[in-house]
């Protein structure tokens, strides 16, 4: 029900009153979003999938026919506007997103956009206004941002030890992000726009605050590098307090997917990622071994917390609202990233400059 159903004339009581199952579009099936139309289909209650979009046709079709009663509309945009579509995913490559959010603003309509909300800075600033503007008006919030991490429940738990202060003040967050392989033309700037952007979001929620400033350091590279690019990287994060976190970032570790973050308090220290599954110990004639299983994917690694976060995006969605990282998170990730990768090929320490916060409902 939006705003303007309610100012022609809907009664404010049944204004109030959330759909029975919400209506969701999926923009882009590929990995992604097709993880989450099945996810909607199967795992999510309050939702279903009414409509798919992908630059692929067949593959559209393919996803749709999966779901009884799911159409595919092939322009993005005329998705978003359907009058039986309630609330939208975005899933589409990063270069579209600024369009699709903007168009899910224009109509009202919920959305739940994958990282990156938009390729930069300056155009994730615009849909930060857009819906600052949109606010204002209805005292609505329509965008969620998919940083996934912060539904894990690893992560929601040290960011709750941390609020209680049981292990002091944090001082230092080491992160590590190790992939076992990425495609041939990852390169040292998308490690920064596609990996550590993870570890931008964690800082700001872990430690709520902005990240001032950004340092990558090129350790020696990989034999498993592409030519011409670093890999590992070390990312150093200032925080506004002073605190800093670093973060080692290596994609083509070839073991699996690993990742981890250490809080290092005054009082004690906190780490979460170390397992998955059984941890075993055992001896024998070189000495005690110990061995555990780690994740071959994010899909394995953060999968429950893809489930919570869509899950607690609908609630809220039917509600009127969202649950989740805004606009300007997915802004304030946008800035760091263009001061990571301006540090990359600067080999300095680059300011990360915020603008100011708008207005609006928060």
Request: charged share 25%; net charge negative.
């Amino acid at each position: 029900m939006t705003t303007a159903e309610t100012a022609s004339g809907v009664l404010p009581e049944l204004a109030d009153v959330p759909p029975a199952e919400l209506r969701v579009a999926v923009l882009g099936v590929g990995m992604m979003g097709a993880d989450h139309v099945a996810r909607l289909h199967s795992r999510i209650s309050g939702a279903r999938v009414v409509v798919v979009s992908d630059a692929f046709a067949e593959k559209a079709q393919q996803v749709a026919a999966e779901v009884p009663g799911c159409r595919v509309i092939p322009d993005p945009l005329t998705a978003i506007a359907d009058p039986e579509v309630d609330a939208v995913v975005i899933a589409t490559p990063g270069q579209f997103h600024q369009e699709q959010v903007l168009a899910c603003i224009e109509h009202g309509k919920p959305v739940l956009c994958e990282k990156p909300l938009t390729m930069d800075a300056e155009s994730s600033l615009a849909v930060v206004r857009a819906e600052d503007a949109y606010a204002a008006r209805t005292a609505r919030r329509l965008v969620q941002v998919g940083f996934m991490r912060r539904f894990d429940p690893e992560y929601a738990q040290l960011r709750a030890l941390i609020e209680s202060r049981e292990i002091g003040d944090p001082l230092v967050v080491h992160c590590v992000h190790r992939n076992a392989a990425v495609h041939p033309d990852f390169s040292s700037a998308m490690m920064i726009t596609d990996s550590v952007v993870h570890e931008v979001d964690v800082a700001r929620f872990l430690l709520d605050e902005e990240i001032a400033a950004v340092t990558v350091l090129r350790p020696k590279a990989s034999r498993h590098a592409q030519a011409g690019q670093s890999d590992p990287l070390l990312v150093i994060f200032e925080m506004d307090s002073g605190r800093i976190v670093d973060v080692e970032c290596f994609v083509r570790t070839g073991v699996a997917y690993e990742v981890r973050t250490e809080v290092v308090a005054e009082d004690g220290s906190a780490m979460i990622g170390l397992d998955l599954g059984l941890v075993r110990q055992t001896g024998g004639p070189s000495g005690a071994t110990r061995s555990t299983a780690i994740a071959p994917g994010f899909r394995e690694r953060f999968g429950r917390a893809y489930d919570i976060e869509v899950q607690r995006w609908v609630d809220a969605a039917r509600r009127g609202t969202i649950d989740g990282p805004g606009v300007w998170d997915g802004y304030a990730a946008a800035a760091v990233c263009t001061a990571g990768v301006e540090a990359l090929r600067s080999g300095r320490r680059t300011e990360v400059g915020l603008a100011e916060r708008g207005g609006g409902p928060p």
